[in-house]
């Protein structure tokens, strides 16, 4: 069975320092990690994956995030927060082995407060 | 294009109706999938469609029936809903086994 945690509720983070968002999994196999955003009444957005290769990931809007096997960890970064990257923050794993088409596993979210 | 639309925006019913939710996409993605969602929680997934054959379904109560009329269309047909299935239903699509989904905008349903 796969799970990915998420161990923060809620992050808060001055504009303009680095910011952490935390992400554990599991899986059997090799994960497929996805982190996904969302704003207030919207859909999910991408932000980035990792499959394979280069264990840091660049995604979109400056944010990446470092695969670390050891630790089964998929953090998520970014050099410097804006207020707009406040929302909510879903990481994401699909095991490639566990079958049922791409049937992946949310993280419960973690909320993050950019604070101007 | 990479969007995935869905309709309508908001719906409210009683409990005796019958409606349904659309999405579309036009990407060629071969899965695409209903999720519902509750107010600060994760994603559930309901369904799954696979070159338009319903290749997962979550256990879900046959209140929801879902559809899939041709490769860009996804309807999820609602009959005799409870209130406690008042929530953000999510559609999205996909393509390959490491590809990420897109997510339409989602419907809020409320049930009276």
């Known amino acids: 069975a796969q799970s990915v945690a998420q161990p923060e509720d809620q992050v808060n983070v001055a504009e303009g320092n680095p910011l952490t968002v935390k992400c554990t999994y599991s899986v059997s196999g090799n994960p497929y990690l996805f982190w996904y955003v969302q704003y207030p009444n919207r859909g999910l957005q991408f932000l980035l994956k990792?499959?394979?290769?280069?264990?840091l990931v660049k995604g979109s809007y400056g944010f990446e995030a470092e695969f670390n096997k050891s630790q089964t960890s998929f953090h998520l970064k970014k050099p410097s927060a804006l207020v707009s990257d406040s929302a909510l923050y879903f990481c994401?794993?699909?095991?490639?082995?566990?079958?049922?088409?791409?049937?992946?596993?949310f993280g419960i979210g973690t909320k993050l407060q950019v604070i101007p | 294009d990479t969007e995935v639309t869905q309709t309508p925006k908001h719906l409210v019913m009683g409990m005796t109706n019958k409606k349904s939710l659309k999405c579309e996409q036009h990407?060629?993605?071969?899965?695409m999938y209903w999720y519902k969602q509750k107010a600060k929680k994760p994603p559930e997934l309901m369904f799954v469609y696979s070159y338009e054959k319903l290749s997962i379904n979550e256990s879900v109560p046959s209140r929801f029936s879902p559809e899939c009329p041709n490769s860009s269309l996804l309807n999820l047909h609602l009959h005799a809903l409870q209130p406690e299935d008042s929530a953000l239903y999510l559609c999205?699509?996909?393509?390959?086994?490491?590809?990420?989904?897109?997510f339409g905008p989602g419907t809020r349903l409320t049930v009276l």
């Open positions: 999205a699509s996909s393509q390959g086994s490491t590809a990420p989904q897109y």
């Open positions: 990407m060629g993605h071969r899965a």
């Open positions: 990792y499959i394979t290769g280069d264990n």
């Open positions: 994401a794993v699909r095991d490639p082995d566990s079958g049922g088409y791409q049937k992946v596993t």
